[in-house]
Nanobody, 114 residues
Framework: QVQLVESGGGLVQAGGSLRRSCATAQRIFDLYTMGWYRQAPGKQRELVAIITTTGSTNYADSVKGRFTISRDNRKNTVYLQLSSLKPEDTAVYYC????????WGQGTQVTVSS
């Protein structure tokens, strides 16, 4: 069973920063595109950022310039650095691994207070 183990998140004031982490097995990390999604109350889950096995990245327009996705190949971990946070960034954030199939982390709430 594939596990994506997430950490980080919580409550932060607007303008603040925090970092999310997601660790998985090497066999997944080496082959799968890793990403972060989020789901706000009453809204559909949306892509935040992805990073391929070669390090190419893509971001949602709403987070460009504020969020940074990265990966540590030694630790089989993908990170999401969230900066200049806004109240509208409040959501449950999910780690994702995708190739021919897809796997999800358990999700963690990020709340940005104004």
């Amino acid at each position: 069973q594939v596990q994506l183990v997430e950490s980080g998140g919580g409550l932060v004031q607007a303008g603040g920063s925090l970092r999310r982490s997601c660790a998985t097995a090497q066999r997944i990390f080496d082959l799968y595109t890793m990403g972060w999604y989020r789901q706000a109350p009453g809204k559909q889950r949306e892509l935040v950022a992805i990073i391929t096995t070669t390090g190419s990245t893509n971001y949602a327009d709403s987070v460009k310039g504020r969020f940074t996705i990265s990966r540590d190949n030694r630790k089989n971990t993908v990170y999401l650095q969230l900066s200049s946070l806004k109240p509208e960034d409040t959501a449950v954030y999910y780690c994702n691994a995708i190739r021919l199939d897809t796997f999800w982390g358990q999700g963690t709430q990020v709340t940005v207070s104004s």
